[in-house]
């Protein structure tokens, strides 16, 4: 995966949330895709949005197929859809009408879907295979106490280090924030900036600072992330830049690894899906951690994303396409490792299965499997656009110096009303 192809894969964060790139295409789908099951009872409508990667079409006909060759009666339509940054419109308008598919991708999970019934709930394909997904995405897919999607692949995000750098300076790998900003500082020198976390200076910083301070950004049916300790956190962002160690404008932003690689910053927030160019790159000279707790009470942190597919709640083929969704996602543990790790680099989310992935079986790329199961945090499904503008407009303020508590106050009376449109 190259950074000329965002949004692919890593859309992640998630997919139409955070970015929005690359020209529209319309749906298109052959009928030929189906025609392999001569026969067949049922023909299943399936959506993907349009990966980046090359392989990923192909690969994902190729399932397909073997489902069907498992299942005579089932024929599966493989519909090949527009870029993350049209997707979900185009998903958004079928769900309205009769045409709406069977099985379809989400990139941003959003609770509202459950609740509006265009979602069927999936409890019953996870039964005993529940445990053995990421808590995390269990979490993430869970409405009102049901599960709702099932994801495809963790995008896990981290800090990395360069190893010889913090070697030269006697710095061990930051564990708490006052030790991420007195490395950073330390670490800054010449055309060397202690910490890339993104071209603004502000990248996923407010979200981890509230989070490794213990604290959330919804909780149910309140927007919280302006109370005291999440404020306290959000306003370590002004340190940072008070420093001035913090990288700036760089060629390429956070998800890119250009930076690291080319020794403009010797510490960067970015995805697993950079780790084999690092590694190409770098050798061993790198190493991988959560980003630090948050005060005497906090926790290391790590965001995930990646895409979930559901099953359309009014499909009128629901018991087949339950049947397909189980078979794909829990049964079929090698199209899982295939998918994950053949067309970028991803986590499987079901932990047995990562576990057995021979890719992620050493070094750095098992310290972040690790670090996804035991860190990893998803944005709440509550979570909106609206939301994300204001939250990270008032971190960008209190980079500048103003008042934390007072900007996110502000931010978070606007996202509560948001919020209370949205539960309606």
């Known amino acids: 995966m190259t950074a000329g192809s965002l949004p692919t894969r890593r859309s992640f964060l998630g997919a139409s949330l955070l970015f929005v790139a690359g020209a529209a295409v319309g749906c298109s789908s052959n009928p030929q895709e189906a025609a392999s099951a001569k026969g067949a009872k049922v023909t299943l409508t399936q959506w993907y949005h349009q990966y980046g990667e090359e392989g990923t079409q192909a690969a994902v006909k190729r399932y397909a197929a073997a489902f069907t060759k498992a299942h005579p009666d089932i024929a599966i339509n493989i519909v090949w859809g527009p870029d993350t940054s049209q997707y979900e419109t185009k998903l958004n308008a079928a769900l309205l009408g009769d045409d709406a598919p069977d099985v379809f991708e989400l990139g941003d999970f959003r609770a509202e879907m459950a609740r509006k019934g265009q979602l069927a709930p999936l409890d019953d394909l996870y039964s005993s295979a529940k445990d053995s997904f990421n808590p995390a995405d269990i979490d993430y897919l869970t409405v009102d106490g049901k599960l709702y999607g099932m994801k495809t692949i963790d995008d896990v995000m981290m800090l990395y280090y360069r190893k010889s750098m913090l070697d030269k300076a006697g710095q061990e790998p930051p564990q708490t924030f006052d030790e991420l900003v007195d490395t950073a500082r330390k670490l800054t020198s010449g055309d060397t900036k202690g910490l890339f976390i993104g071209n603004d200076g502000i990248g996923d910083a407010p979200y981890l600072l509230a989070w490794s301070a213990g604290g959330e950004l919804v909780m149910d049916d309140k927007v919280v992330y302006a109370a005291a300790d999440a404020a306290r956190a959000v306003g370590g962002l002004r340190q940072l830049h008070t420093d001035k160690s913090v990288l700036l404008?760089?060629?390429?932003?956070?998800?890119?690894?250009?930076?690291?690689?080319?020794?403009?910053?010797?510490?960067?927030?970015?995805?697993?899906?950079?780790?084999?160019?690092?590694?190409?790159?770098?050798?061993?000279?790198?190493?991988?951690?959560?980003?630090?707790?948050?005060?005497?009470?906090?926790?290391?942190?790590?965001?995930?994303?990646?895409?979930?597919?559901?099953?359309?709640?009014?499909?009128?083929?629901?018991?087949?396409?339950?049947?397909?969704?189980?078979?794909?996602?829990?049964?079929?543990?090698?199209?899982?490792?295939?998918?994950?790790?053949?067309?970028?680099?991803?986590?499987?989310?079901?932990?047995?299965?990562?576990?057995?992935?021979?890719?992620?079986?050493?070094?750095?790329?098992?310290?972040?499997?690790?670090?996804?199961?035991?860190?990893?945090?998803?944005?709440?499904?509550?979570?909106?656009?609206?939301?994300?503008?204001?939250?990270?407009?008032?971190?960008?303020?209190?980079?500048?110096?103003?008042?934390?508590?007072?900007?996110?106050?502000?931010?978070?009376s606007q996202a509560q009303s948001d919020l209370d449109k949205q539960l309606g």
């Not at 990562?354 to 199961?373: D, M, N, Q, W, Y």
């Open 249 to 412: 404008g760089f060629t390429t932003d956070w998800y890119d690894a250009g930076a690291f690689t080319q020794g403009a910053t010797a510490m960067q927030w970015c995805g697993l899906w950079a780790l084999p160019t690092i590694e190409k790159q770098l050798g061993d000279d790198f190493g991988v951690v959560p980003w630090p707790a948050y005060g005497t009470s906090g926790k290391p942190v790590a965001r995930l994303g990646g895409w979930t597919q559901a099953v359309n709640a009014k499909s009128k083929h629901m018991g087949e396409a339950k049947t397909y969704l189980k078979w794909l996602w829990i049964q079929q543990s090698d199209i899982q490792i295939d998918w994950a790790v053949k067309y970028g680099f991803h986590v499987p989310p079901q932990m047995k299965v990562a576990a057995r992935t021979p890719e992620l079986s050493k070094g750095a790329a098992k310290t972040a499997v690790e670090i996804s199961t035991k860190y990893g945090r998803s944005f709440p499904t509550t979570w909106t656009q609206a939301m994300q503008a204001g939250f990270i407009g008032a971190a960008a303020d209190i980079a500048k110096g103003a008042d934390a508590e007072k900007a996110l106050k502000k931010a978070q």
